[in-house]
């Protein structure tokens, strides 16, 4: 099962948009609704961002939201803020009952 | 709340193998409710699934490293456990333990939304 594909980075000014992206294969992102992503700033444990493609915890701040298209999910953050500074995953259930993580990326607020 | 502890040495030698527990407090290990993974993290690289425990003890592993893993559970010390054998320094990483999914009353749910502060392991001589 190969790692699911993220950019490396990506980075905005405070207040923009941003879009992260993750892209994986029928068996995986586009076979199942079970995306997720995760927020780890350094030293730290990650944290769950979004859940179900497109769901978010209580306590997540609504700037986050998920969608999924195809074999491809994406995050967005809006109204960037220095916080959000951190690296990202994303992650999928797949057909062989196992889970597969992003390749990560790294998001810088400039 | 649900809250979970690593623990376990934190430098292992080559060839040996690497034995690490997780405490779970606050709620029930043994609910059918809930399944329990691990995960873990060389230094500077990505988060990589080891594998998860279910309810029955049903296990489920990374195929890539399915012949040197082992999850269990023990119910009585509210414990899951991580046994990976023949480790080599590519095995150094901080290894997080995971509430890894479940079953609610209408569906299964596959997402860490409970996580360890994370051990660091090293794989040293």
């Known amino acids: 099962q190969s790692a699911l594909t993220q950019p490396a980075s990506v980075s905005g000014s405070p207040g923009q948009s941003i879009t992260i992206s993750c892209t994986g294969t029928?068996?995986?992102?586009?076979?199942?609704?079970?995306v997720s992503w995760y927020q780890q700033h350094p030293g730290k444990a990650p944290k769950l961002m979004i859940y179900?493609?497109?769901n978010r915890p209580s306590g997540v701040s609504n700037r986050f939201s998920g969608s999924k298209s195809g074999n491809t999910a994406s995050l967005t953050i809006s109204g960037l803020q220095a916080e959000d500074e951190a690296d990202y995953y994303c992650?999928?259930?797949?057909?062989?009952?196992?889970?597969?993580f992003g390749t990560g990326t790294k998001v810088t607020v400039l | 709340q649900l809250q979970l502890q690593e623990s376990g040495p934190g430098l292992v030698k080559p060839s040996e193998t690497l034995s690490l527990t997780c405490t779970v407090s606050?709620?029930?290990?043994?609910?059918?409710?809930?399944?329990w993974g691990w995960i873990r993290q060389p230094p500077g690289k990505g988060l990589e699934w080891i594998g998860n425990?279910?309810?029955?003890?049903?296990?489920y592993y990374n195929p890539s490293l399915k012949s040197r893993v082992t999850i269990s559970v023990d119910t009585s010390k509210k414990q899951f456990s991580l046994k990976l054998n023949s480790v080599t320094a590519a095995d150094t990483a901080v290894y997080y333990c995971?509430?890894?999914?479940?079953?609610?009353?209408?569906?299964?749910?596959?997402?860490?939304?409970?996580w360890g502060k994370g051990t660091t392991v090293t794989v040293s001589s």
């Open positions: 995971a509430k890894t999914g479940g079953v609610t009353t209408f569906s299964y749910y596959y997402y860490m939304d409970v």
């Open positions: 606050g709620g029930s290990i043994s609910s059918s409710s809930y399944y």
């Open positions: 425990i279910y309810s029955g003890g049903t296990t």
């Open positions: 029928s068996s995986d992102v586009g076979g199942y609704n079970y």
């Open positions: 179900e493609v497109s």
């Open positions: 992650s999928s259930y797949t057909s062989s009952s196992i889970y597969v």
